[in-house]
């Protein structure tokens, strides 16, 4: 610490020689120095002076902080504290403390980098995952994210792969800035590496030669000049190597330490949102396997039974015609004409229950209107679908509230014979409430619901996983009512 005792003038009179060296250096001499307003050795703090000295006569203690001062090796920083020395009621002298502060402005640097570096991977990571929310194929959310990360690190060349299944092959699933000719031999890159290496590395990726050397060549700054840096990190997930992203920095910019750690942690993000995409795409296989499998029971129960009757029928009626017998023949061919329209009837209710599709294309609504027009309405059943208020329901909401209409009219049609089929769907704020009647045959509740028929289960399932209530009411001979009621999100 540098010390030094100034008169009411603020003229040095002692010191010692850190002070001398802090505020003056050490070429100036004692002679010179004893006596010198203190304003006129450090011109830079000449005009702070002047208030200081007017403050420390009235007895208070000043204190600036971090003044630069020129010295030998540069520009430092030094807190300065003036105290007053007091004698008999009044000010006699200052006590002048220097305080070096070049650690602590260091380290307020450092802070202020990593607190940039924070502020730039937080961005970064938003970025990430407001494109992550979007409803888009994974090809085109990964190049949507290829671009966010090449205008964070500054550059225009760069390219995400995946690896194929066997993760001996890393397939180019996104780039930018790349040549055609370059993108046809890196698209498909044989990882001659151990895949453990990708889980277990840290910071860049393990190099793949070949995409590093293809990468560097084929940048060009502009000026005719070709190579650049190349950093590569892993895209991981849960611990597992899922692939590579690679970045190529123009011709004469190095990669740092901050860029190498953003690119890291945007990696490890890119790798949840493949993840993810992988297991959203395992789920769907997995549930067109199970709609699959029960659709393929239905045929069987429904379909497959009533073509092998009508096989037996057409038998008999030959056998009866070759014999004679006209009018039993007749009998039969009625009977024939019968089982074939509830054939067809059970035919539609299958094939459109194989069209899912219109339910993204026309929201809930627009596809239970559909589904009445085509099945309901072709079966000579009066159907009616009536709205009130306003839907606007989560893509999960919509399909649950769909999949328990559909149900209960193929309930209503292979069981009640109706004559009207009425769906009522009534939103009030985020409320809905779905019901299903018909004024078909009726049933005793408890003689099915105990045996779980007539997809009661399902259909109770599905509004429980929706947060709601189901309701199953009807008698013989006065038609069944089917009611859902939930609480949704808004859309």
Known sequence: ????????????????????????????????????????????????????RRRLLSGEAVHMEEVPFEGPDGTCFQDLHFIPLVGEGEVEGVLHLVVDVAE???????????????????????????????????RDILRRLLDHV?????????????????RDVLKLVAWRGIPRDVVRQIEAVAVPIDPSAWSSAEGE??????????FVACFEDGRGRKGGSYVGVPVRARGEGLGLISVVGPSGREFDEGDVVLLRSIGDQIGVVVENARLHRQAEQLAVVRERERLARELHDSVTQSLYSLTLLAEASQRLLTSGDAERAEEYTGRLGEIAQQALKEMR???????????????????????????????????????????????AAEEGLYRIAQEALNNALKHAAPGTVTLWIRAMGSRVVLEVEDDGRGFVPGAVEDSGGMGLTSMRERAERLGGSFALISAPGRGTRVRVDVEVEDG
């Open 104 to 138: 602590r402005m260091d380290d307020r640097a450092d802070l202020e980098r990593a607190l940039l570096s924070y502020r730039r991977e937080l961005s970064a990571l938003r970025d990430v995952m407001s494109v992550a929310a979007e409803s888009l194929e994974l």
């Open 205 to 214: 990726a393990p190099t793949v030669p070949e995409i590093a050397r293809q």
């Open 349 to 395: 209710l299958l094939v459109y229950q194989l069209r899912p599709l219109v339910l993204k294309r026309e929201g809930l609504v627009g596809a239970l209107q559909q589904r009445l027009d085509a099945v309901e309405k072709r079966a000579g059943v009066d159907a009616r679908l009536l709205v009130e208020g306003t839907l606007e329901l989560p893509a």
């Open 1 to 52: 610490m540098g010390v030094a005792w100034l008169d009411r003038e603020l003229r040095v009179q002692a010191w010692n020689e850190t002070w001398r060296e802090s505020v003056v250096g050490g070429a100036v001499g004692e002679g010179v120095l004893r006596g010198r307003r203190l304003s006129d050795l450090v011109s830079r703090i000449g005009s702070p002076l002047h208030d200081a």
């Open 150 to 166: 090449l205008r964070m690190m500054k550059s225009r060349v760069g390219a995400i792969h995946l690896f194929e299944e066997e």
